[in-house]
């Protein structure tokens, strides 16, 4: 499939409409993501002719439940160019995935003394499990500084890295700066003190081509939404190893081989972390997702959200009350910006009034806000439908911003 | 006049951008921080109240231009006002932000906050000092509006 943005646009039914009679240009897709026609039907003739419960059913639906439901776990797979489906979880999201690593690799794996390496761009969902694990078990959380682009400080990074460093948690794409972070290097450098490492990639993955083997990354997860499929649905990879040693961390049917009122004996991974009736749907919706921007090429899409970030960039320039908060050179999907004088939760109101629709606030990353000395900023994110037109709307709206708040 | 020039009233710009009554009472004999968790706004409102009477009242903090207009009007609707009023205020102006058969009798300058009925998502930014007002007077150090 060729790159051709007014027939992506042209998949996006939502897109078509007005906002107070102005044409919607959605500009937050850091937050949830739109889905195509190809997710909506998948969903749809799923739950029209395939539901069933899934891996128990000797009946048709659920084979054919199951074989799409799987089908899920090997599109994940082959995304993230894991060896094995054995090595992919479906969870909730990126936060239950994080939440499951904390609870069944941090709590049996930690105890005082060890230290927690993140960085000081992470998301909350990225920091408060670690702090759970923590107190929990007496570990202690460090953090690594960032300048004032947003770029990790990659010698304070080697400094902290000890004996003691257990783990090191990154965000691949930063969600509140849209650095791009080098999490090839940074494992390398954590598995030199066998340190163990989690990177979050909710935001690089609808951004750009994944390969978890490369990176040798321990633990890699994302959601489905901010990738084009359903809420709901996201997944976790792990190496085998680390998943095969770690204990369940919810109980319930789907996670067990044998059960009786003495004992259970539990499933091997993936099946030992998906306890209870899982999100089929979203699987299959997932699959679709996947499959759909996979043919549009994870390339040509890079290269598309590259050149509009580069122009909303130059776009936001223009403007001498803006400053932009993240500036790497290496950067994915995200504009990030405060205007001097001029509240974010009053530039999204009328931003909103003008069709184009930002978030505003501290995106989950106080700490991010403390670090740059801000309360908030707004911030336009790009999907793959986005086009020129929409950064357009959203200087008019920023100028008009400033005419009506001055 | 379009719903958001009601609700960016000259007023409302003017004590946004120069709060009135900015700042800490000393003494103070109730206080407390306000916080908005969704959007980061935070108050802190100080207020000396003699026999029933508000002798003054402060705020200092960061927040949106209706937030923070919302303060500095706030504030000066009650210096000199008698502390038992601030109830009847309050359900006042609750009830003009969220559009709830909202009586203005009482509310003189207040009125300007009539606009925020059109944006459910901001009632939040205008109620925020009057939520940490009514904690002050309740004794309670801090509020959020989660």
Not at chain 2, 26 to 50: E, I, K, M, W
Not at chain 2, 123 to 139: E, F, M, N, R, Y
């Amino acid at each position: 499939m060729s790159f051709n943005i007014d027939e992506i646009r042209a998949q996006f039914p939502v897109l078509d409409q007005q906002i107070f009679g102005k044409p919607l240009s959605f500009l937050d897709s850091a937050a949830s993501a739109q889905r195509p026609v190809a997710v909506l039907d998948a969903i749809d003739y799923y739950y029209r002719n395939d539901h069933a419960n899934v891996h128990r059913g000797v009946h048709q639906l659920s084979q054919r439940a199951t074989i799409a439901y799987e089908a899920g776990r090997e599109a994940v797979r082959d995304f993230l160019g894991a060896p094995s489906t054995k090595e992919i979880v479906f969870t909730r999201g990126t936060t239950e995935a994080i939440n499951l690593v904390a609870y069944a690799w941090g709590v049996p794996n930690l105890k005082a003394g060890d230290e927690i390496l993140l960085s000081g761009m992470e998301h909350h969902s990225n920091i408060v499990p670690w702090q759970f694990v923590a107190a929990q078990t007496g570990a202690k959380i460090r953090v690594i500084p960032m300048d004032d682009r947003g770029v990790l400080d990659m010698e304070a990074y080697a400094e902290l890295l000890n004996e003691r460093t257990k783990l090191v948690g990154v965000v691949h794409v930063s969600n509140a700066l849209g650095t791009i972070n080098p999490v090839k290097q940074m494992t390398q450098m954590a598995h030199k003190v066998g340190a163990v490492v989690l990177i979050d990639g909710a935001q690089a993955v609808p951004h750009c081509a994944v390969d978890v083997l490369d990176m040798d990354c321990d633990f890699y997860m994302f959601s489905g939404h901010k990738v084009y499929a359903p809420t709901g649905i996201g997944a976790l990879y792990g190496k085998k190893a680390l998943l095969e040693a770690m204990p369940p961390w919810q109980g319930g049917g789907e996670m067990i081989r044998s059960v009786t009122f003495e004992s259970t004996v539990v499933a091997p991974p993936p099946t030992r972390f998906e306890a209870g009736t899982p999100n089929i749907a979203g699987g299959v919706g997932l699959a679709a997702a996947l499959g759909w921007i996979q043919a549009l090429g994870m390339d040509a899409v890079a290269a598309h959200e590259q050149q509009l970030l580069d122009y909303g960039t130059q776009l936001l320039g223009n403007f001498d009350r803006i400053r932009l908060i993240g500036t790497a050179p290496e950067k994915a999907g995200v504009l990030s910006f405060v205007i001097d004088g001029i509240h974010p939760h009053d530039v999204g109101t009328v931003l909103d009034m003008e069709g184009v629709a930002v978030r505003t606030g501290h995106h989950c990353a106080q700490p991010v806000m403390e670090r740059f000395g801000i309360p908030a900023t707004t911030r336009a994110s790009l999907g793959v439908y986005n086009n020129r037109a929409d950064l357009d709307r959203l200087a008019m709206g920023l100028t008009r911003v400033m005419e009506l708040l001055g | 006049m379009s719903d958001l020039l009601v609700l960016y009233q000259e007023m409302i710009l003017d004590h946004g951008r120069k709060p009135r009554n900015f700042g800490r009472c000393d003494p103070a004999s109730h206080h407390a921080d306000g916080y908005n968790p969704l959007c980061g706004d935070r108050f802190t409102v100080t207020l000396q109240v003699d026999a029933d009477v508000i002798t003054d009242i402060q705020f200092e903090g960061s927040g949106c231009a209706i937030s923070t207009a919302s303060a500095s009007l706030m504030t000066e609707a009650l210096k000199g006002r008698a502390a038992s009023d601030v109830p009847g205020l309050f359900e006042a102006v609750h009830g003009l932000c969220t559009g709830d058969a909202p009586n203005t009798d009482k509310l003189g300058k207040l009125v300007v906050f009539g606009g925020v009925a059109n944006f459910p998502m901001r009632v939040k930014c205008a109620t925020l000092p009057w939520h940490t007002l009514k904690a002050a007077l309740k004794g309670e150090e801090s509020v959020s509006t989660e």
